[in-house]
């Protein structure tokens, strides 16, 4: 459903939450290795973070990826996505046709059109905060 680059962006960003809780930069290395991400791969990913506003980047010595405390309960998942995938995934067809819609419907369109529409509530509904905070507290995780 997201593309490769957009499961990197999420996971990254979560991690890059759970560790501005604390106060703490993460650097892309750190990331990468987080996320089990090719840190080039990661790189890319985060420039389009920040480009987007979802995420800080810090230079100097004590560097790294941040976002505001005050901010991390007000990113919806649904910002992240978009800033990697963009607004595909709520229109995109179950079977990956190029023309599928209400006039011209693929054999699953209307199965998987109240697929799509949960999901854009799900990323819309979702932020950082409660991600993180998951992830923080044990109840989750993001490495296997």
């Not at 010595?61 to 309960?73: N, P, Q, R, S, V």
């Given at each position: 459903m997201f593309s490769k680059a957009c499961e990197y962006g999420i996971r990254a960003s979560i991690f890059i939450a759970k560790n501005s809780f604390d106060g703490k930069r993460v650097s892309p290395k750190e990331i990468a290795a987080e996320i089990d991400s090719p840190q080039a791969f990661t790189?890319?990913?985060?420039q389009a973070l920040v480009k987007n506003n979802i995420v800080n980047s810090v230079k100097g010595?004590?560097?790294?990826?941040?976002?505001?405390?005050?901010?991390?309960?007000l990113i919806k998942l649904s910002q992240v996505v978009e800033a990697i995938d963009g607004d595909a995934v709520y229109s995109?067809?179950?079977l990956g046709l190029s023309k599928c819609d209400e006039n011209h419907p693929c054999p699953v369109h209307d199965k998987f059109k109240v697929i799509r529409d949960g999901l854009k509530v799900m990323l819309e509904t979702t932020n950082l905060e409660e991600l993180a905070l998951g992830i923080k507290s044990g109840a989750s995780f993001l490495k296997t």
């Open positions: 790189a890319k990913i985060l010595a004590y560097g790294g990826f941040e976002i505001d405390k005050k901010d991390i309960a995109g067809c179950g």
